[in-house]
């Protein structure tokens, strides 16, 4: 026996003393004999039960309704069927069964939840014949031991049951049985005895139908219990992503963690900031980026998002802390994400189709605040009067545009036109809104379809899991549509008992098509000027009407008269003239080999190549506006008086094409092992290799004729053309580039956990990172990122007693991350790029100099956290408390300009250094409480609170004026101050004479506008508060009745301001951006006490405009909540009571989202999230999945 | 344990392995577009960003100058309060005069062609000097600019030349390499003068015979002309005479003014064959200068002869007044050297040196080219006197905008025949500034002056 055990691990040699193993096997003795001491004082819940001659598995059933407990049958296939006949009224478990069982060879043992029955074991049997005692330890797939598992030996009879070590002990087998390892949630195994006095067996999970109750966390590099963690981990299941309806992965996890904050602001006025869609836990960045790392199963995702179907996404893990992000070192300061894909599971067959339609309503463009029609022309009308409209609404040169009503009542002074026409069509413009037609025109209701088709199973052998989707989402603006085709195959192989290969092939293809329609944002693309209020884009019988926005129609037409073509514009037809598509492949291959050493040590290598490519193309048909535009603006009468033409005629196709290619390699040894008694170990060491290529280029081809796919390229670029407006000359665009960046990293790693009776939990990790990114000397000193954590399990303590709180949990943890910014480097680095200003040579600008003290940023995070739950985890959560403390940081330090490294002209002169430092503090709290548990009708409530806040520790930059400051969307750090915040001018009210506004300059009430905004220092600016929310969190309410459920998300986001917008007469003047307040605004003597909107003033005043729009009187409380969606389902069992086939259902669903606020602090009914910008109608989806 | 150290043993040994390739991996170029400069073709191209070193659009060079001279005037009403004060300040030559918080772009932009200049002839250091045409084009190069953008700043920020008290007054800081860390001190302004010479006269001994490809290049002529400006501005006409007649045996093409057909607001492209090279002053700032708005002096405008052909190119007649179209670039105010200025350097040496018909001479070549065709008629002198006074007059017409007036001004106050104070009147208060006043040094800002505390203001 010996002499086998040691061959068969010689070659690894391991050489267990046999002092050790009797000492082992003593321990485990002891601990048996506890634990059935324990059992023989077990106090049994009462059963009642009335049948007669009814099978026996009636009263199991009973019995497990009754009592929660699970009954488990090794070998014993014909007991449901025996008939018993059994009267008990509130009579202990034990009586009842020792009753029904005394006549037959059976006996039984409770071990909670598990109520095992098997055969006597006849006592002759036993005598003689090389009786043994075997030993040994029940380890999961995660090498986790697994407490409650019954071991039984086939022939002897004798069993056991797992302690919470996963030890068991069997005396008197014999030497040539065979161990039946079976669990509830495991599938059963076999294994011969033989000679092992020893023996560890992994048990596989069962393959659970509808719930899944192993919920694992994966940080990308393992996969664990999160009973196991010290670190902050957030887990979203399957059912929480399922609820949502959504093609975008990131719409499923909004509201379904602590400590993850949503920022999806439309691009507006610009209060709340755009560039952090997702942050976990806060900034702790200034300048590195505050997005997560994303990993999709075992890698970093280089691709874009919206390449992964979420269909085929079975959960996320969030990583919040250093115990629990660590492992990902230098990337890992803003929180990690971890996307887990769906994998096949040893079965039979399944298909899941799962299809779904998504009305999204049109967006109301009532939101986007507007000077009404006959304010406006009252205004146009009164300039007019007084001579003052042609500076501004006609401008003084013959091509700028002239507004409708200025046109008209310029004819009616050149006696074109009658003044009772003019004023008659001035009434009807006054009686418009461009708004409506905006809404019907640019803008439409769209169906999104989404359809996904899953087939998946497995063997013991191999499993495999294959997917197709497709989405469908045209946009709600006009002309845009979005197509997703992805297509997924996932393989593993097992092949005998030490090696697993799985195999990876992901496609997805992404399809975009833009027309010319910026929608509401009209100005964006016509030189700042915005719709005028009454103008119409079609006329009575719905025909696109042209607009005059960047020409005099007078102008246009005499252009025309010369010999150019049409130079008219109309938002509406033109919106299909232009068509901007971006179609992505992304390609995603990998591989895996484990191959397991020992029991306890297995080699894993893993391997992924990304290859995704997007074509940009953005075509301009030669009918299209912007071509047309073009071609007529580089002509110019010659000196003849013919026509000359700079470009050639046709379209103009701007393409962009990139390449991403990126390999990552990984080789990590794991191990988990049960030490001697109640020590468990697990761990693992690796390395990663990574590198990404990106490679791009773009170019612009002129004369482009799609029919014979000819071109004209033979254009001279560095000319300067005469323009076809007079006195204005241009060169032609050239857009002729390439890029290739590289990306590369090397990093080493350990994590080390230990188990102390599955009470005390200790783990650590360690890990080094190179990048090229800095300069040699950096990356030689391997700056170490670590982390350490601690669990206490109070509740397993024999002095805790609490039974109201019958699980809790202590976690603390610390540890180091890293951040990236490529910002800067160790040497003098410089810009090339093709084709100087006024030359065609080859240009460099110098970016960087040497900056040798360049270093990774670094993160320390401290997290305490508790775990608890009531009995039956009726009421569960955690309140976890953290800091997160940025050093490192790299910030811009101040230089002096006389150094030569101005790189924006007019801003100060700055180095990137690591300088800067950011602290951040806040607090997470979950709770689930189950209110109604009845058997048919269950209440489940889920609340989300977190606070986070960050604020400016350490930077060099000399606080500049005050103005510099205004902008809440851009990080200014300011220290003591969040990196976001709100500032503004004190305002000091309208001025009672005149209604100019008055503000606060050098100690008294001033209106010195220009002074104020130039010259008034940051502390003596306002400061209200953080620009993004500091408290937030959601409550999800679920009822279900039977196959019924329906729940209700409400948001919260709390403490933060955003500045509303007004009426500014020089952008009103100028470029026609109005507002609803102009009708607010001082008139008379007295208003100053009703109104705080400023008297208009003819002569545009850039400074009096800017401090009203900048003043606090302006800036409002964020404060929201929202009523996020509403989902109801309906399960319908088509498995007609075969219970092998209980996973066929169908699930009947509805989900509506886009409420808008049910409150705001704000009383003026501006909803924070779309402040300025057309708000985003309701979407109302509805669908079904199938399982076969 | 033991388990542990051989696994450890083995993941190390796998990254020892291959770490000499790992440190191939680890230096890969994080952005192709983006270089380490060491190549003759790295360096050239950093010369050949005409954005930093010529200035059109987003650099430049300092418009303050030309802001304080006497070439227009501001429409007090409405377009004077669009300036911020520093321009206000500008204009009026406050005594107060503060950038505040703000950077000064005639300051910082300068200073970054210098450390192109800087990081140019370091690297250079670094390779051989092959003595060929490209080695030669980028040392020429990088010296040229960096003489030319100390010059500039020395018009605005040091004090006028003069031979004695140049000796102490206080120059610029003479930024002399890449170094973060370099000491920076003002100097004399001797010493700043000293730079500029030697710089230039270094780059003329390397830069290759011939005409630069681009105007945007240091070329010898380049060098030789702005030598002959450098002379001029510290009153040595004989050396200016030298140089501005090398500069003309290599460059002397001069642009007939009737044979531009005026069809855009700005009639002159930079394919002038007058430019001897190009610069523009910083567009940046929201200046009198760069706005293109204020109106000409009514006297200067009233100075051109109806013949003259820059009355009819150089301005443009709006609502009763003249806005300045003369710029020898479509879209910004151009400060480089031209042949024209440089005839005019000569003919004033020539005067300074009473050689009256020579000097007179050169004026007429000029002037030929200015006058529609077959109305010119040749200018005499009676002495030499009157020829200066001549030129003086014709420097004035054909140099306005291009910031040369300001030094003009500069220089020559010192001469009391030629002093004047200027005038300005804003919301009926009347701002004076006489000849050699301290308020023709412009102030260091307060923002460089907090970074080097030992370095003196100028005072006002």
Redesign the interface.
């Known amino acids: 026996m010996m002499k086998f055990f040691y061959q068969r691990h010689f070659a690894f040699r391991i050489i267990l003393p046999l002092r050790n193993r009797l000492r082992i096997s003593s321990i485990c003795l002891i601990s048996l004999i506890t634990f059935l001491h324990v059992t023989a004082q077990e106090k049994f819940p009462n059963i009642t039960f009335d049948g007669k001659d009814v099978p026996f598995s009636k009263l199991m059933a009973a019995i497990e309704r009754q009592t929660g407990y699970t009954f488990l049958l090794t070998d014993l296939d014909e007991v449901p069927q025996r008939k018993i006949t059994v009267h008990v009224n509130n009579v202990p478990l034990d009586e009842v069964l020792n009753k029904c069982l005394q006549d037959w060879p059976l006996t039984w043992k409770l071990k909670v939840p598990t109520i095992l029955m098997i055969r006597k074991i006849p006592e002759a049997d036993t005598v003689g014949k090389g009786m043994l005692g075997v030993g040994g330890f029940v380890l999961d797939s995660t090498g986790a031991p697994i407490e409650g598992v019954v071991v039984t030996s086939k022939r002897g009879g004798n069993s056991s049951f797992t302690s919470s070590n996963g030890e068991f002990f069997i005396r008197s087998i014999p030497e040539t049985d065979t161990l039946v390892f079976s669990g509830v949630n495991v599938l059963t195994q076999e294994k011969a005895v033989g000679w092992h006095s020893w023996v560890t067996v992994v048990m596989k999970s069962k393959v659970s139908v509808l719930t899944d109750v192993t919920v694992y966390y994966n940080t990308g590099y393992v996969k664990d219990d999160p009973n196991r963690a010290t670190g902050s981990i957030g887990m979203v299941n399957n059912a929480t992503i399922d609820r949502t309806v959504s093609s975008n992965m990131l719409d499923h996890m909004e509201n379904t963690a602590a400590g993850v904050l949503f920022n999806h602001v439309p691009q507006g006025n610009g209060n709340t900031p755009i560039s952090d869609p997702v942050l976990i836990r806060g900034i702790s960045t200034i300048l590195a980026g505050s997005t997560p790392l994303i990993i999709v199963d075992n890698f970093p995702y280089d691709g874009s998002l919206s390449n992964i179907n979420p269909n085929d996404i079975e959960s996320f893990t969030i990583l919040k802390d250093a115990a629990a992000s660590a492992i990902w070192g230098a990337r890992a300061g803003n929180g990690v994400i971890v996307i887990t894909t769906k994998r096949g599971r040893i079965s039979k067959t399944r298909i899941e189709i799962n299809s779904n339609i998504t009305y999204l309503q049109r967006p109301d463009v009532f939101n986007n605040p507007m000077i009404a029609s006959s304010d406006f022309i009252d205004l146009e009308k009164d300039m007019f009067n007084q001579g003052l409209d042609a500076a501004l609404f006609a401008g003084s040169d013959p091509y700028s545009p002239i507004t409708p009503v200025i046109a008209l009542l310029k004819r009616v002074q050149d006696g074109t036109l009658s003044s009772t026409i003019a004023n008659a069509r001035i009434e009807t413009l006054k009686g418009q809104d461009v708004r409506k037609d905006v809404s019907n025109h640019l803008y439409t209701p769209a169906l999104n379809e989404q359809e996904s088709l899953h087939l998946s199973g497995g063997t013991a052998t191999n499993t495999y899991y294959l997917s197709v989707g497709f989405d469908h989402d045209p946009s709600t603006i006009v002309g845009s549509v979005y197509d997703r085709l992805t297509g997924r195959l996932d393989n593993e192989l097992t092949l005998g008992d030490k090696f697993q290969v799985g195999t990876g092939l992901n496609l997805t293809y992404g399809h975009t098509v833009n027309g010319d329609n910026p929608g509401m944002g009209f100005e964006s693309t016509h030189g700042s000027k915005y719709l005028l209020p009454y103008a119409r884009l079609v006329n009575a019988a719905g025909a696109p009407l042209d607009i005059y926005a960047d020409y005099r129609k007078s102008f246009i037409k005499n252009a025309e008269q010369q010999g150019l073509p049409d130079w008219t514009y109309s938002p509406v037809g033109d919106i299909f003239a232009e068509k901007h598509s971006n179609a992505s492949l992304d390609l995603v291959l990998s591989t895996n080999i484990g191959y397991k050493i020992t029991h306890f040590l297995e080699l894993q290598l893993k391997y992924q190549y990304e290859n995704q490519t997007v074509h940009d193309i953005d075509g301009h048909a030669a009918d299209s506006y912007y071509t047309r535009d073009l071609y007529n603006l580089f002509s110019h009468a010659s000196a003849t008086g013919s026509l000359v033409h700079n470009l050639p005629a046709g379209n103009i196709r701007d393409m962009a094409n990139t390449l991403l290619i990126s390999q990552q390699g990984r080789m990590l040894l794991d191990f988990k092992k049960v030490l001697a008694g109640k020590h468990f170990i697990s761990g693992l060491i690796g390395g990663d290799i990574k590198s990404t290529i990106t490679t791009g280029n773009t170019s612009r081809i002129y004369g482009y004729d799609p029919q014979n796919s000819t071109t004209n390229s033979a254009l001279a670029y560095t000319t300067i053309y005469q323009l076809y407006i007079e006195g204005e000359q241009g060169q032609i665009p050239y857009k002729q580039g390439f890029s290739k960046k590289v990306d590369n990293f090397l990093s080493a790693y350990s994590t080390v956990s230990y188990t102390y009776d599955n009470r005390y939990i200790t783990s650590g990790s360690l890990r080094f990172d190179q990048a090229n990114l800095f300069g040699a000397s950096t990356n030689q000193k391997g700056v170490p990122l670590w982390s350490v954590g601690e669990s206490w399990i109070i509740s397993k303590e024999s002095f805790y007693h609490l039974k109201a709180l019958s699980s809790l949990k202590l976690r603390v943890s610390y540890g180091l991350n890293g951040n990236i910014s490529r910002l800067t480097t160790a040497f003098t680095t410089a810009d090339y790029y093709n084709g100087a200003l006024t030359t065609p040579l080859n240009t460099a600008t110098i970016i960087t100099l040497p900056n040798k003290d360049l270093r990774w940023e670094k993160i320390r995070i401290l997290n305490i956290g508790i775990d608890f739950a009531t009995p039956n985890n009726r009421i569960s959560g955690s309140l976890e408390v953290y800091r997160k403390n940025g050093s490192d940081l790299l910030g811009q330090a101040p230089v002096d300009p006389t150094l030569g490294l101005t790189l924006n002209p007019g801003s100060p002169t700055y180095l990137y250094s690591n300088i800067a430092g950011v602290r951040g503090k806040g607090i997470d709290f979950h709770l689930i409480t189950h209110n109604l548990n009845g058997k048919k009708f269950k209440w489940i409530t889920e609340w989300f609170l977190s606070n986070a806040s960050s604020v400016v520790t350490k930077y060099l930059f000399e606080v500049g004026a005050g103005n510099a400051y205004l902008n809440g969307n851009v990080i200014s750090p300011v220290k003591g101050r969040p990196l976001y915040a709100l500032y503004s001018f004190e305002w000091k009210g309208l001025d009672p004479t005149n209604g100019d506004p008055r503000g606060w300059l050098g100690g008294r009430n001033s209106k010195e506008w220009a002074n104020i905004w130039n010259n008034t220092p940051l502390d003596s600016m306002h400061y209200s508060g953080p620009a993004q929310p500091t408290y937030f969190g959601s409550v999800c309410n679920t009822w279900t009745r039977g196959r019924f459920s329906f729940s209700v998300n409400i948001g919260y986001k709390f403490g933060y301001f955003f500045r509303r917008p007004s009426i500014n007469y020089s952008n009103l003047l100028t470029n026609y951006e109005g507002n609803p307040d102009y009708a607010r605004r001082w008139q008379h003597l007295g208003d100053e006490t009703k109104t705080s909107v400023p008297s208009l003033i003819y002569t545009p005043n850039v400074p009096r405009d800017a401090f009203y729009s900048y003043s606090t009187v302006l800036v409002e409380r964020a404060d929201q909540i929202r009523l996020q969606d509403i989902s109801v389902a309906y399960e319908v069992d088509l498995s007609h009571g075969r219970k092998q086939l209980s996973y066929r259902h169908l699930r009947v669903y509805g989900y509506v989202a886009g409420f808008g606020p049910i409150w705001t602090a704000n009383k003026l009914g501006i909803d924070p999230d779309y402040v300025g910008v057309p708000k985003d109608g309701k979407r109302f989806s509805v669908g079904a999945s199938l399982s076969l | 344990m ?3 150290y051989i ?2 043993i ?2 190390q040994s ?2 020892l392995f291959s770490c000499k390739k ?2 191939d ?13 060491t190549t003759l ?2 360096l ?3 010369l ?5 070193i ?1 200035g ?4 430049g060079y300092p418009t303050l100058g030309e802001t304080g001279a006497d070439n227009y005037w501001i429409d007090t009403t ?1 377009l004077y ?2 300036f ?2 520093y321009y206000q300040q500008a204009y009026t030559w406050s005594s107060q005069m503060s950038s ?6 005639d ?3 300068p ?6 200049c ?2 140019a002839l370091e690297d250079l250091s670094k390779l051989k000097a092959d003595g060929s045409a490209a080695y030669g084009n980028v040392k020429g190069g990088a010296l040229f600019w960096r003489s030319y953008a100390f010059y500039t700043l020395a018009q605005i920020f040091a004090a006028p030349y003069d031979s004695i008290r140049s000796l102490s007054d206080p120059g610029i ?1 003479l ?1 002399q390499t ?1 170094d ?1 860390n ?1 000491k ?1 001190v003002r100097g004399t302004v001797q010493q700043t003068y000293d730079s500029i010479i030697g710089d230039c006269m270094a780059a003329l001994a390397v830069l290759p015979p011939g005409p630069p490809r ?1 105007p ?1 290049r240091a070329s010898r002529a380049a060098a030789y002309g702005l030598l002959a400006r450098v002379w001029q501005t510290v009153g040595n006409h004989h050396r200016a005479l030298l140089y501005s007649d090398s500069c003309l045996q290599l460059q002397s093409a001069l642009l007939e003014y009737d044979t531009i ?1 005026v ?4 009639p002159f ?2 394919t002038n064959p007058e430019i001897l090279f ?1 610069a523009d002053m ?1 567009d ?2 929201v200046s009198p200068i760069t706005l293109h708005a204020v109106y000409v002096d009514t006297l200067l405008y009233s100075y051109y002869a109806p013949n003259d052909l820059r009355k009819r190119l150089f301005f443009t007649s709006r609502n009763g007044h003249q806005y300045f179209t003369g710029f020898y670039d ?2 910004y105010a151009f400060c480089g050297m031209t042949t024209a200025e440089v005839y005019l350097i000569r003919a004033e040496s020539e005067a300074r040196e009473g050689n009256t018909s020579l000097a007179m001479a050169d004026l007429n070549t000029l002037l030929r080219n200015r006058w529609a065709t077959g109305t010119f008629q040749p200018y005499t002198a009676t002495d030499a006197m009157d020829a200066l006074r001549q030129i003086l007059l014709e420097r004035r017409k054909e140099l306005l905008f291009r910031g040369v007036r300001w030094t003009d001004l500069r220089r020559l106050n010192k001469d009391p025949h030629w002093a004047i104070t200027l005038k300005r009147i804003v919301d009926g208060t009347v701002y004076t500034l006489p000849p050699n006043d301290p308020r023709y040094v412009l102030p260091i800002s307060d ?2 002056l ?3 505390p030992g370095m003196v203001q100028n005072p006002r």
């Open positions: 033991r388990w542990m696994c450890f083995g993941v796998v990254f790992a440190s991996f680890l230096a890969a170029k994080p952005d192709e577009s983006q270089v380490v400069p073709t790295d050239q191209a950093l050949d960003n005409d954005l930093i010529n059109p659009g987003q650099s409405i309060h669009q911020s004060p505040g918080a703000h950077e000064v772009n300051w910082d932009l200073y970054r062609v210098v450390l192109y800087n990081e800081p930024r890449s973060l370099e920076l681009y945007t057909q069809t855009g607001s700005n492209n930079r190009s910083q940046i700032d479509p879209a923002n460089v907090s970074f080097n």
